[in-house]
């Protein structure tokens, strides 16, 4: 059975930082392009990261440039989403996502395994 399980979830204060992890298990994902989204209350579901599948290219949502960094490693199957000079308008459920391809992707449909997310609040 295949599993995305992220961790590293939590409460912070703005300005804080947090790492996200995301472990797959039940088959690699050393081929595939890996991804992060995130839902707040009542919003939809929206881009904010993903990394190629030799971690060699890696694309961001405008919102996060600059403050978080995607990584893999592929050797522990997990990829990760360094999140530094967190906003209150960053909390959400952060979901990690396995994708169908091994270039990046800024679309749902083009990944096809998905995490339970992670909730990660920022106070002000």
């Known amino acids: 059975q295949v599993q995305l399980v992220e961790s590293g979830g939590g409460l912070v204060q703005a300005g804080g930082s947090l790492r996200l992890s995301c472990a797959a298990s039940?088959?690699?994902?050393?081929?595939?392009?890996m991804g992060w989204f995130r839902q707040a209350p009542g919003k939809e579901r929206t881009f904010v990261s993903t990394?190629?599948?030799?971690?060699?290219?890696?694309y961001y949502a405008d919102s996060v440039k600059g403050r978080f960094t995607i990584s893999r490693d592929s050797a522990k199957n997990t990829v990760y989403l360094q999140m530094n000079s967190l906003k209150p308008e960053d909390t959400a459920v952060y979901f990690c996502?396995?994708?169908?391809?091994?270039?990046?992707?800024?679309?749902?449909?083009?990944?096809?395994?998905w995490g339970q997310g992670t909730q990660v609040t920022v106070s002000s």
């Open positions: 996502a396995a994708g169908k391809y091994t270039t990046i992707s800024v679309r749902t449909p083009d990944y096809n395994y």
């Open positions: 039940g088959r690699s994902f050393t081929y595939q392009a």
């Open positions: 990394i190629n599948w030799n971690g060699g290219s890696t």
